[in-house]
């Protein structure tokens, strides 16, 4: 199984400011990765597939990165509903599709 | 709009099954670009993948190694729905359990892209 591993547990942002989050995965994913956001009561909402892919909607201040076991999601200006939770998750080895434990991005 | 509504008891008594239902609207589940899945979330194991059932010239099941033994996961095409059934449930298993679809195709996602609302799901000792 690949574990997934996301850094840091808790990020203090201002409003405005850019957010840097990290993903790490234990062997190669190629770029099938995916990240969440998920705010408090809801379910997650995909933002970015295949590493650096923005979903349906999702705005232009969301960007991803990365290839094989490194990944980073940026936030490039955080507006209030950013101030949510954030899983990476792998789809390139299967069973199973697995998450990271998220990143929390709070205000500072 | 797509959509999945979730139904089903939020509280299970320990030793019983869960069932919980997700009914779709805007899709199909027997449609040939998607399989449809159960995903839960717990504070003490994150958000795991627990199995999914889709369509390829038959029904196709896959589940998670970890409840392997204790789940089921049935399609409805005359209700256009899929259903989770869980035994023998424990406290460990309290949980918020989604339904979600995943794009199959390699020319979307393959991520979930569509999740229904949660079901907190509480199981008393």
């Known amino acids: 199984e690949i574990v997934m591993t996301q850094s840091p547990a808790t990020l203090s942002v201002s409003p405005g400011e850019r957010a840097t989050l990290s993903c790490r995965a234990s062997q190669s994913i190629t770029s099938n990765l995916a990240w969440y956001r998920q705010k408090p009561g809801q379910a997650p909402r995909l933002l970015i597939y295949?590493?650096?892919t923005r979903a349906t909607g999702v705005p232009a201040r969301f960007s991803g990165s990365g290839s094989g076991t490194e990944f980073t999601l940026t936030i490039s200006s955080l507006q209030s509903e950013d101030f949510a939770i954030y899983y990476c998750q792998q789809y390139n080895n299967w069973p199973p599709w697995t998450f990271g434990h998220g990143t929390k991005v709070e205000i500072k | 709009q797509v959509q999945l509504q979730q139904s089903g008891p939020g509280l299970v008594e320990s030793s019983q099954t869960l069932s919980l239902t997700c009914a779709i609207s805007g899709d199909s589940v027997s449609s040939s670009k998607a399989d449809w899945n159960w995903i839960r979330q717990s504070p003490s194991r994150g958000l795991e993948w627990l199995g999914r059932?889709?369509?390829?010239?038959?029904?196709?099941?896959d589940f998670a190694v970890l409840v392997k033994s204790r789940i089921t996961i049935d399609p409805d095409t005359a209700k256009n729905q899929f259903s989770l059934q869980l035994t023998s449930m424990t406290p460990d298993d309290t949980a918020v359990y989604y339904c979600a679809r995943r794009c199959s195709l390699s020319t979307c996602s393959r991520a979930f892209d569509l999740w229904g609302q949660g079901t907190m799901v509480t199981v008393s000792s």
């Open positions: 059932t889709y369509y390829r010239s038959g029904w196709i099941n």
């Open positions: 295949d590493a650096s």
